[in-house]
């Protein structure tokens, strides 16, 4: 597959709202993921999104997905120092059964 | 209760050595996969077991080789390690193909 592209690095401080984005390729693929990944630890499943909606929220999760664009963004509100990690988004390709990943947003809060 | 478990957590072996990592789902998923992650922390798909069918990445060397004695069980058995096998290995499972993948917490392999 083709790669899925996302920012390396990104800052915010504690309490504002992060955004991080993902450029897919697969415009047939019928979920998307965000994954987090904490230093040193496996990676959990945050949330995902099925490919007819636009929107998903989930506490302090929005995700967004613009499928004209091939692009999903991830939005934390009142992000935490706990929020630091690296994140990943992924898609389903169709045909394929397995997960093709960004290349992670290392996201950094400082306090 | 741990979903999806690996062993070892951590491995550290010499080149040219033959050594399996072993993965264990207790959610009675039917698909297994493998991935790597390297250093610079891309993740790529390895393989993936379903039913008992094997689809393999073509990138992947064949010294690796999945090995599935049941289906809650997918061992990753690596021949003749090389210095570019340290990585991170995580296995996951979903309930069939195509479906939510649930991740282990990984097995950091170093090879000297």
């Known amino acids: 597959g083709e790669d899925v592209e996302q920012s390396l690095f990104l800052s915010v401080r504690e309490g504002d709202s992060s955004v991080i984005n993902c450029t897919y390729t697969?415009?047939?693929?019928?979920?998307l993921y965000w994954y987090k990944q904490e230093p040193g630890a496996g990676l959990q499943l945050l949330t995902y999104?099925?490919?007819?909606?636009d929107m998903k929220q989930d506490q302090r999760l929005t995700v967004l997905l613009n499928k004209k664009d091939k692009h999903l963004s991830l939005r934390i509100a009142d992000t935490q120092t706990g929020d630091s990690a690296i994140y990943f988004c992924?898609?389903?390709?169709?045909?394929?059964?397995?997960?093709?990943f960004g290349t992670g947003t290392r996201l950094t809060v400082i306090p | 209760d741990t979903a999806v478990s690996q062993t070892p957590k951590y491995l550290v072996t010499q080149m040219g050595n033959d050594k399996s990592i072993k993965c264990e789902q207790n959610?009675?998923?039917?698909?297994m996969y493998w991935y790597k992650q390297d250093s610079k922390k891309f993740l790529k798909i390895m393989f993936s077991?379903?039913?008992?069918?094997?689809?393999i990445n073509e990138t992947v060397p064949n010294r690796f080789s999945p090995k599935s004695p049941d289906k809650a069980h997918l061992n990753l058995h690596i021949n003749s390690l090389e210095l570019g096998d340290s990585a991170v290995y995580f296995c996951?499972?979903?309930?069939?193909?195509?479906?939510?993948?649930?991740f282990g917490p990984g097995t950091r392999l170093l090879v000297l």
């Open positions: 996951a499972s979903s309930p069939g193909p195509q479906e939510t993948q649930y």
């Open positions: 697969d415009s047939s693929s019928t979920y």
């Open positions: 999104i099925f490919s007819n909606m």
């Open positions: 992924a898609e389903d390709q169709t045909g394929a059964n397995n997960l093709f």
């Open positions: 959610l009675g998923h039917d698909t």
């Open positions: 077991y379903n039913n008992k069918e094997l689809i």
